[in-house]
Every structure is written in C-alpha cells, then in structure tokens.
C-alpha cells in the first residue's frame, strides 16, 4: 500500500478484510460556533470508517503525544489489530490525517498506514456513498511499538540554535511566521530563529489533493530547504507540522518533529523569539 492512495484505490477495496478506515477530523483552532467532530462523524463518513478522536489523544493540550498505551487502547477499541492496514482521511482545513499518521508513525511503526489524497471533501464531491451512525467495531488488543527518536522537544530545539546543521520548517503562515498576525491562542507573535516559514497551504492542490512529487520538492527547494540536510518541522501547535513531514515521507525522506511548536516556545518568556 502507498503512503498516499487515491479515492477510486478506496472505492474498490472497502469491506476487504483487514484494511481499516479511519476517520481523522480534527479542528485545534476552533471557529465560532465551534465544530463537534464526533457528531460530524455520526452524521456521515464513509462506509464502515471509524472514528479515531485526535482531540481525545492529548494529555492536557491538543499537541501533546499521548501516552503509548493510550493510543494503543484506543486503536484496539475500534478494531484496529496489529495485522490490520489503515487509510487515514479527514475533513479538516488542517489536514489532520497528517498528524493521525504521525502519531501512527511513533506508536506503531510497523503499521502499514495510507493517507486518502483529497480526503471526505473529495470523496463527497465524486458522488461516492455515506453512511451514518457509529461504525460497530470488535474490540481487538493493539500493541504499541513506540518510535520516538523523531520527536524534538524544547531543549533540543533550543540546544541546535548554536548549530547550523538542523533545519527547522515552520509550517504557518506567513502573517503568523513573521508577527504581523495575533497568535490565536493569545501567545506573544514572531517564530524561532533560524526557522523557514513554509506554509502548509502551499502542498495542496485546490481540490484538497496533494502537489506532485515534482511540486513538492520544487517547493522545499524555492523555500531553500536542503532535503539533503536533517529537518525539523513545526508549526502552531504540532499539528500542521506533519504535514510538511509527511511531504518529505513521499520524497523518500524523514524529517523530526517539534510537537510542542509555538505553543510551548512562546509560552516561554526565556526562549529567543524573531519577529520580521
């Protein structure tokens, strides 16, 4: 299975057994009236997905990495076995598959784990079936095979400021990268010094589909993005990050993650902050 499978590739191979879909809505910056994810879920999904609840793997804040257990405890309650194959979609202005299949990434590596290109909003474009209600999933035991060599935290982010080797992507935009635009969650403005500001809007098509390999190393290069040399992604709150992540992972490269991102740094009145 491919890291990224097309709605049609879908279509043809639900009910087969062990391929498992999952639902990855997740909307961090909430709008006004504010989004219910499940309650979207149970209203449509595509036939027989299930619904993973980013939002309730968290440990306090929607950023954080869960606990290994916890998301394995969630995986085996709706079916997910360690034999199983899973697509990922969303429909989120985030694109939040990306951050399920981080997480999927680090807790369960051995997973083979796809991203639906286009997610619900273009299988809902072409017609294709819903269907609504709660998936009825056996339970089933998933064992966690936690990866978290990929994961950067504060320190370290701070420690590689004095080192011109890893190169950090900063997955906002480019109001919010350089402070002419609030932080929504109150924090002072600016990004970390050093960072490149390429912004997760930019690996899209206007369908919601992905960019070509060719685009998307195109846009890592014009941003002067070295593939070559380690990176670091991050964004407002971990979540967007992965999605220049996952880029590189159809470029056949890795990239770290800062998950506390913004969030955290600016929180911290003692870390370096740039402001253009």
Excluded at 65 to 78: C, F, N, Q, V
Excluded at 229 to 254: E, K, Q, V
């Amino acid at each position: 299975m491919q890291p990224l499978v097309s709605t049609a590739w879908l279509a043809d191979r639900l009910g087969t057994p062990g391929l498992i879909v999952l639902d990855a809505t997740f909307v961090p910056v909430q709008p006004d009236p504010p989004r219910d994810e499940a309650a979207e879920y149970r209203a449509g999904h595509i036939p027989g997905a299930r619904f993973l609840d980013l939002r309730a793997l968290s440990t306090g804040q929607a950023t954080s990495l869960p606990a290994a257990d916890k998301l394995a405890e969630r995986l085996g309650a709706i079916g997910v076995g360690d034999d199983a194959q899973v697509v990922l979609y969303d429909n989120s202005p985030h694109h939040t598959a990306t951050r399920a299949w981080w997480l999927l990434r680090r807790f369960a590596r051995g997973l083979p784990v796809a991203i639906l290109d286009g997610g619900l909003a273009k299988w809902r474009a072409e017609g294709r079936p819903v269907e609504e209600g709660e998936d009825a999933a056996t339970s089933t035991r998933f064992g966690a095979d936690p990866d978290l060599a990929p994961v950067r935290t504060k320190a370290m982010v701070l420690a590689g400021l004095d080192h011109d080797t890893p190169q950090l992507v900063d997955a906002r935009s480019a109001a919010r990268f350089d402070g002419s635009e609030a932080d929504p969650r109150g924090l002072p403005s600016g990004h970390i010094p050093g960072s490149i500001n390429l912004h997760y809007a930019g690996f899209f098509q206007g369908d919601g589909t992905w960019r070509s390999p060719e685009e998307l190393a195109a846009l890592f290069a014009d941003a002067g993005i070295d593939l070559d040399r380690p990176i670091t992604t991050t964004c407002g709150s971990g979540i967007t990050a992965a999605i220049p992540a996952f880029a590189l992972h159809l470029l056949g490269r890795d990239a770290a993650l800062y998950d506390g991102s913004w969030t955290e740094w600016a929180a911290d009145p003692q870390t370096p902050k740039v402001t253009a």
